[in-house]
């Protein structure tokens, strides 16, 4: 019945015209836009972006895990809580792991040999943290058995490694991150291990400084990725300024095609510089990303901070850039060797660091010593 109705209503004679108006059609023939087309404007004017952020090292001295312990473990994840919102919302989260996550069953330690608890990857969990670098001068510190410990916690809170590895096939296989369809590839390496020899037969297990295998790695991995990280672990301890052989290195590893360089050793802030290559590109270089949180007390290595960028992509496998490159200082607070909390250096006078506003100043020209592109934020948003 509502069917019949409606078909009368259509038809019923409303308006003024006659019956006898005429009505003229005009027909036009569409043209099929071609494909090219379609994809260019899409290049152009469509884009994605995901933002990823780099800290400094995780060094678990045994005065931060005793300082955390509790009766049923160790309980790091509450003394980050001020920082790690800003780490939780990135879309990729890189961190260096200094020491190996060998736990107790392999003799807890602090410096020279460390060894961590196994809660340390929770803390890295919690961190957000997505990859780390297992390429350092303590990679060997527990051994053969400390690397494959440290792999199979990682393996198990669904943390990528790079820099160290538990056999030769883990060696060869590229460290690849699929972020939203853009593909961020990673590489890491250390000057040494603290005199530890490899074992024999064994030379897989972590990656060392050598430009020729560096470069090699970087050509096999740079037409598979939008984007190529490169962690180098070297430098001088407590030095404010990287090293002139240094600089010269990584700026050959930034024009051989790295996007992004990541140092770390030091541990205390060396400036960050945005390279500009021959080609006309540009690649972001942190020098030193210092401590992200440690139990060292010297005031510049309790300074630290979350390196942050957007990597925006064109659609349709278009140009990847980097973007909006910033710096939020961090700062581990302590009482002596007690209390340890990691927290934004803008919040370090409430937690009670003297002429707070002074050391930030002097952080935010250090960081910019090298460009001024730099952005230093008080928080990351």
Request: charged fraction near 20%.
């Given at each position: ?35 090219e087309t379609i994809d260019h404007v899409i290049d152009s004017y469509f884009e994605k972006a995901i ?143 603290n005199g530890i020899p490899v074992p024999q037969g064994e030379e897989y297990l972590v990656n060392f ?129 007690s209390d340890f909390e990691l927290v934004p250096l803008a919040d370090a006078e409430k937690f009670g ?29």
């Amino acid at each position: 019945m509502i069917k019949l109705l409606m078909l009368v209503l259509l038809s019923w004679p409303f308006g003024q015209e006659s019956d006898s108006a005429v009505h003229e059609t005009y027909s036009k023939p569409l043209t099929p836009v071609p494909k090219e087309t379609i994809d260019h404007v899409i290049d152009s004017y469509f884009e994605k972006a995901i933002t990823f952020a780099a800290g400094g090292d995780v060094l678990i001295h045994d005065h931060l895990y005793e300082d955390v312990a509790t009766e049923s473990g160790y309980d790091f994840i509450s003394r980050v809580d001020e920082v790690a919102p800003y780490l939780k919302q990135q879309d990729l989260v890189f961190l260096n792991q200094e020491t190996p996550i060998g736990g107790e069953a392999l003799r807890l330690s602090g410096y020279p040999s460390f060894n961590a608890p196994l809660e340390t990857a929770n803390l890295l969990n919690y961190l957000g943290a997505d990859i780390v670098s297992f390429a350092n001068n303590h990679t060997l510190d527990r051994s053969t058995i400390g690397v494959e410990k440290t792999v199979d916690i990682l393996k198990e809170k669904d943390i990528e490694y790079v820099g160290a590895n538990i056999s030769a096939e883990d060696a060869s296989r590229q460290r690849i991150m699929d972020v939203d369809g853009i593909k961020i590839g990673f590489l890491a390496y250390t000057y040494g291990t603290n005199g530890i020899p490899v074992p024999q037969g064994e030379e897989y297990l972590v990656n060392f400084i050598d430009l020729d295998v560096i470069l090699s790695d970087m050509s096999a991995m740079r037409d598979a990725v939008d984007v190529l990280v490169v962690s180098m672990h070297q430098g001088v301890e407590y030095a404010p300024y990287p090293r002139e052989d240094h600089v010269i290195q990584f700026e050959q590893i930034a024009e051989a095609g790295a996007d992004i360089i990541l140092g770390h050793h030091p541990h205390v802030l060396q400036p960050i510089d945005i390279y500009e290559r021959q080609d006309g590109g540009e690649t972001i270089i942190a020098y030193s990303l210092a401590n992200f949180f440690s139990a060292q007390q010297d005031l510049d290595t309790k300074l630290g901070g979350i390196l942050e960028f957007d990597i925006t992509q064109r659609l349709n496998g278009g140009e990847t850039t980097i973007q909006g490159v910033r710096f939020m200082p961090t700062y581990v607070h302590s009482n002596e060797y007690s209390d340890f909390e990691l927290v934004p250096l803008a919040d370090a006078e409430k937690f009670g660091l003297e002429n707070a506003a002074d050391v930030y100043q002097e952080v935010s020209q250090h960081m910019q010593s090298y460009t001024d592109t730099l952005e230093i934020v008080d928080y990351l948003d």
